[in-house]
C-alpha cells in the first residue's frame, strides 16, 4: 500500500511536470501543445477523456488534476521568463526546448509503433515531416494578417490553441503571431486581463469539445498512422524552431558551450521523463 502511494505521489509530480512543460510550450512559438502531450505519454489518455467525459469520469479527473495544475503554472507562472528568455536569450531557450523534445523522441516511437508498424507508416512520416517544414517555412516569410483585437478575436485565439491540442502540431503561437494576437495575448495572459483570458478560455473549451470525439474516432481507426503522423509533424515543428543563424551574432565560446550545456541538460530532461513514462504508465 505505501509502495502504491508512492508511485502515485510520483506519477502525480511528473504529470504536474509534464503539464507545465505542456503549458509552457505552447505559448512558445513553433511548438505545438498537442504535440508535447503525445510526446510526454497524455495526448491519447486526454482525447480518450474527452471524447468520453463520463466513462471512469471521477478517476480520471484525479489523475488530470496535477496536468492542469501543471498546465495553468506553465502559462501564467512561466509566460514571463519565457517571454523574456526569448527576447534576450532566445537560442539558450529554444535548444533547452529542442533538447527535451528529442529526448523524448524514442519514447513518442515506441507509442507510435505500439499497434504495429508497416513501410507505409515510415512513409506517412517522412512525407508529413516534409510537408510540415515546407508550409511552416512559407507561413513564416509570407503570412501577416491583422485582426482587430475585440472578445471575437480572443474567441478565435482561443479555437485556436485548443486545434493546437486536438491537432498535434499545429502551432498555436505561430498563427497568433501570423494573426499579431501573439504579443497582445501573452501581455494580457502576463498582466492577468480577465477581458482577454476569459474569452480564450471559452474558445479553447468549446473547440477541444466539439472535436475530441472526432480525433478519438480516427485514432481508433488508424492509430498507427496518426501516431507516425504525429511523428512527422514533431519532427518538423523540432527542426522549425532551431534558432536563426543571425541570432549567434556576437556570441562568444562561453555562449556556446553555455548552449550545449542546456541542451545536454534538456535532452537528459525528456530520456528521463520517457522512462518514467514507461515504468508509470
Do not use: C
Not at 502559462?75 to 539558450?92: K, R
Not at 508529413?128 to 513564416?140: E, Q
Request: cysteine-free; hydrophobic content about 50%; overall charge positive.
Amino acid at each position: 500500500m505505501k509502495q502504491e502511494k508512492n508511485n502515485n505521489l510520483l506519477s502525480g509530480i511528473l504529470n504536474f511536470f509534464k503539464g507545465m512543460l505542456i503549458g509552457s510550450g505552447a505559448i512558445l512559438p513553433g511548438v505545438s501543445g498537442g504535440a508535447l502531450a503525445a510526446i510526454f505519454g497524455l495526448y491519447e489518455p486526454i482525447i480518450s477523456f474527452l471524447a468520453n467525459i463520463r466513462k471512469n469520469f471521477w478517476e480520471n479527473v484525479k489523475y488530470f488534476i496535477p496536468v492542469g495544475l501543471g498546465g495553468i503554472f506553465g502559462v501564467f507562472v512561466l509566460a514571463t521568463p519565457i517571454d523574456y528568455g526569448l527576447q534576450y536569450f532566445p537560442v539558450h531557450v529554444l535548444w533547452g526546448f529542442i533538447g527535451a523534445i528529442v529526448g523524448t523522441f524514442p519514447s513518442l516511437y515506441r507509442e507510435a509503433g505500439k499497434e504495429g508498424r508497416e513501410t507505409r507508416h515510415y512513409i506517412i512520416t517522412i512525407v508529413t515531416a516534409i510537408i510540415t517544414f515546407a508550409a511552416l517555412v512559407y507561413a513564416n516569410n509570407h503570412l501577416n494578417v491583422h485582426i482587430p483585437q475585440n472578445t471575437l478575436a480572443w474567441l478565435f485565439s482561443g479555437a485556436i490553441f485548443a486545434s493546437g491540442l486536438i491537432v498535434p502540431g499545429l502551432s498555436p503561437s505561430n498563427f497568433l503571431i501570423y494573426f499579431n494576437l501573439y504579443q497582445p495575448l501573452t501581455e494580457g495572459i502576463r498582466t492577468l486581463d480577465f477581458s482577454i483570458i476569459i474569452p480564450v478560455g471559452i474558445g479553447a473549451v468549446v473547440v477541444v469539445l466539439l472535436f475530441s470525439k472526432l480525433m478519438r474516432m480516427i485514432m481508433d481507426r488508424a492509430y498507427a498512422a496518426v501516431f507516425h503522423f504525429i511523428l512527422g509533424v514533431v519532427i518538423a515543428s523540432t527542426a522549425i524552431i532551431a534558432p536563426d543563424t543571425s541570432l549567434y551574432a556576437g556570441f562568444t565560446p562561453f555562449d556556446y558551450l553555455s548552449v550545449i550545456i542546456i541542451f545536454i541538460v534538456g535532452l537528459a530532461l525528456g530520456l528521463w521523463m520517457g522512462r518514467l513514462e514507461e515504468k508509470y504508465k
